[in-house]
């Protein structure tokens, strides 16, 4: 039986970690989608609250999953202290997405402003292409400085 090589064991435990982290961030969406489009249907609040209070729910389930499974046992300080870091992390995120949604709604709509309110297809397609963007900025930071 060969012995795996330290780069060959590095990558792969970095492979499991990253898929760990993915499956997190799916939860993370699921959770974060959820609470947006409850917003939206019963309170009928607007796309740009509705997310503000999905990302606060969203980061606390992505904190705690994370910290007790996908980088359990790393990191330095306290739990506070990651958690801080943790939603430092997200809220740059969250601002990028939020960019990125706004960016992808006007190619859709060929407009700026748009008065009336958007389709839930260019909802849901800029909200989709938001968080692929977003999920390598995320693992990448909370790795190397939330975890580290």
Known sequence: MATQTLPNTIAACNFRQFLKFGLVGVSNNVVDYVTWRVMMSQFHWGWLPAQLVAFMVSVTNGFIWNSVWTFRGMGSGTRHAQYVRFFVVNVISLGFGLVLM????????????????????HLNIAKAGAIVCCAVWNYTMNKKWTFR
Not at 102 to 121: D, I, R, W, Y
Request: aromatic share 4%; no cysteine.
């Open 102 to 121: 706004k960016t992808f709604l006007v190619l859709m709509n060929g407009q700026l402003s748009h008065a009336g309110p958007e389709e839930l297809s």
